[in-house]
């Protein structure tokens, strides 16, 4: 079996709706990273860390979702 942090989670109606959100205010963010800032280093740190930001979010919907699915988790 998987353990739970590693398991695939499959969000509910309500979780879908956040994930949505968050991948569009996130989506955002970075064409605003992209319009504002010159196209240097510093740029794609910040846009890398947009990105790692994202996900860490949308993890924290999924897994603490008491409606999610959870598949192949022990």
């Known amino acids: 079996m ?3 942090p590693y398991a695939y989670h499959k969000p509910s109606a309500d979780g879908l709706a956040k994930i949505t959100r968050l991948r569009e205010h ?3 963010g970075e064409k605003l990273i ?3 800032c010159g196209d240097v280093r510093h740029r794609s ?5 947009n990105e790692q930001t ?4 949308i ?3 999924v897994f603490n ?3 999610s699915e959870i598949e192949g988790a022990g």
């Open 54 to 57: 994202a996900m860490w979010a």
């Open 26 to 28: 996130f989506s955002n």
């Open 59 to 61: 993890k924290a919907v």
């Open 2 to 4: 998987i353990d739970k």
């Open 34 to 36: 992209r319009e504002v």
């Open 65 to 67: 979702d008491p409606n």
């Open 45 to 49: 740190i910040a846009i890398t860390n």
